[in-house]
């Protein structure tokens, strides 16, 4: 078989629910080169485009009226801005919520369709205050003074209560406060100590209790109950694996989501009594997203995809228990064309095992490889079809490279233990992971280890140019996108209401500025010796264009070839195909002139 093309590959178009309302289905979906929004029949049907922005955008029906919430941004800045649109082709937004200086984001819509609440940081321009609007006469007031970190998880049944989930003082730690909106009475329903994580409510039908996933005195997630009356907590459902839980308004159901080394598995359970119902049928081995449950539970949508599926839209009937295809999205490439991936564990430097995710393509090798590190750090490398990693993986392998994609310390997905092994002065564990990988690929007879390349987005970009500084002897090339080449600039330039948030995982400027500076790989720039590719995007808001900029200007003053790709319409992902295809053409020829 002869290499896949890259071009198909990037153009490859998934779609992601985003509401169900009676008949029909709204759902986002990239066929015009970016994230608009589409309607479609739930039965499934052609797809009916509703918008038309430059940028990506997301929304959602407002109940009882024939309108959408729209949440969208200015080239990728994260100014995320609120407008009400006509659920109609071509209709013109009206403004609900806007000021291009501060963020106004996770709007949610009480259920009687006349309320609004949402989080942004425009008190201060760094901590999050939530707020109510009326959608009836634009009347607002504050619920939750701006402190931290807060959004709006949900509104009880009968709208008289708001859920908000707001981020601890540590890292992964998260609370719930529920907020009586006819008093103003906040009531911190989580106290812990040490570190705990709170998903969003379920609630139930009459609004005496709910259910989360929390890790409360635990270290994997389970899902656990919330009565209202007695305050008391209760653990209900265990799993070795984290889950997560999924309802609808009425409270018929419960659909809890495990995490099985990545891999989804869904099952439906009878919320009143907590007896599984039915496990979903998967269309194949991969990851379930973005779970949205008609509200009177007659349905649920998600999207599905994998390393061979780059994800359509899927429901699955409660009552019939039959799940279909919403969305039937063009393939020009055959599923059989492209590659599923091998779990391995390796052994890192201490005894801990990390998980991997190998392609190998035909014949004996050795190959060379491209290791992928994930962003986050608080993330997992999951076997979904992720437009930044899997079709640069099923190119590469098309054309005889190996891929790895390791879930290094600090991943999510395997427990609290795990994810806090590179916390703030543990950062550079999670490096030396990168130099056991390099071993145990260096052990692998399909593999050579001396033709082995770096590539990662985000915090997957600092391990990018981590393992080039600390590990030069073991890298042959890098690929590096919006990554983190300094962590005192980064936390003095990042955006105010970032700061404080990483700052909770990487360590404090007051506290810890000497070991920040240590773990930059700025610092040891000059070990660096590996070429090395970049792509940035101007009105990156997360991680600033300083970061590539400054350390371009080292490698490029000591002659080591460092290409740079800067584009001025995104942020900090790549939110249009075009871009994407020319960032990955880009960093192929890059490869092949370094490697070859």
Not at 78 to 84: A, V
Not at 392 to 404: C, F, P
Not at 568 to 575: P, R, V
């Amino acid at each position: 078989m002869g290499a896949l093309d890259l071009r198909t590959l990037l153009e490859l178009r998934t779609a992601t629910p985003a509401d169900i309302d009676g008949a029909s289905i709204l759902l986002r979906c990239d066929l015009p080169g970016t994230m608009q929004l589409f309607r479609a029949p739930v039965r499934g049907g052609p797809l009916e485009r509703l918008t038309a922005f430059p940028d990506p955008v997301e929304g959602h029906f407002v109940p009882g009226t024939s309108r959408i919430l729209l949440e969208h941004d200015d080239a990728g800045n994260e100014l995320t801005q609120l407008s009400l649109v006509d659920a109609r082709p071509d209709a013109e937004p009206e403004p609900l919520v806007t000021d291009p200086r501060f963020a106004h984001r996770d709007a949610i819509v009480a259920r009687d369709g006349r309320v609004l609440a949402y989080a942004t940081n425009r008190d201060n321009g760094v901590d999050w205050g939530i707020y109510l609007r009326s959608l009836d006469d634009g009347n607002e007031r504050r619920v939750i003074a701006p402190e931290g970190m807060n959004a709006p998880a949900g509104f009880s049944p009968d709208g008289r209560l708001l859920a908000v989930v707001r981020d601890g003082e540590l890292s992964g730690d998260f609370d719930l406060h529920i907020v009586e909106l006819a008093s103003g009475n906040v009531d911190h329903v989580t106290p812990h100590e040490g570190q705990a994580f709170y998903g969003e409510p379920v609630w139930r039908p009459d609004g005496s209790a709910f259910y989360c996933a929390t890790d409360e005195g635990h270290d994997l997630r389970g899902i656990a109950r919330y009565d209202m009356s007695t305050r008391h907590w209760e653990r209900v459902l265990e799993s070795p694996w984290d889950l997560d839980c999924h309802g609808d308004e009425d409270g018929r159901w419960l659909l809890v989501h495990a995490n099985q080394d990545g891999y989804s598995r869904l099952i439906l359970h009878d919320a009143t009594t907590l007896q599984p119902v039915e496990e979903i049928e998967l269309p194949g081995d991969g990851v379930a997203e973005e779970i949205v449950f008609a509200r009177a539970g007659s349905c649920f949508a998600f999207r599905f995809s994998s390393p061979v599926d780059p994800g359509d839209v899927w429901l699955f009937d409660c009552d019939s228990r039959e799940i279909h295809r919403v969305s039937e999205l063009p393939r020009p490439l055959p599923t059989a064309a492209l590659r599923e991936p091998t779990l391995h564990r390796y052994e890192s430097f201490d005894g801990e095992q990390v998980p991997l995710f190998l392609w190998l393509p035909d014949g004996d090798g050795p190959f060379p490889v491209v290791v992928m590190v994930h962003g986050g750090p608080e993330s997992q490398f999951r076997p979904a079809f992720l437009p930044s990693f899997t079709p640069l993986t099923q190119h590469l392998v098309s054309r005889g490279y190996a891929v790895a994609a390791p879930n290094v310390r600090g991943s999510t997905g395997y427990g609290k233990r795990y994810e806090h092994l590179d916390d703030v002065r543990l950062r550079l564990d999670s490096v030396r992971d990168l130099a056991s990988l390099h071993d145990w690929l260096g052990a692998h007879p399909q593999i050579d280890a001396a033709r082995a390349v770096l590539y990662g987005r985000s915090y997957g970009g600092y391990m990018t140019l981590a393992g080039l500084a600390f590990q030069p002897e073991r890298w042959a090339a890098g690929i590096e996108m919006v990554g983190i080449s300094n962590f005192v600039t980064f936390l003095e330039n990042t955006a105010p209401w970032r700061r404080a948030v990483r700052e909770r995982e990487y360590g404090t400027l007051e506290h810890d500025r000497d070991f920040l500076v240590e773990a930059s790989p700025i610092t040891h720039v000059d070990r660096i010796r590996a070429p090395l590719f970049i792509q940035h995007g101007a009105n990156d808001p997360r991680v600033p264009l300083e970061e590539t900029q400054q350390i371009h200007a080292v490698l490029a003053e000591k002659g080591i070839r460092c290409e740079l790709l800067v584009h001025a319409d995104e942020g900090h992902a790549i939110g249009k195909v075009e871009n994407r295809v020319d960032t990955f053409e880009r960093a192929i020829a890059f490869l092949d002139e370094v490697l070859h």
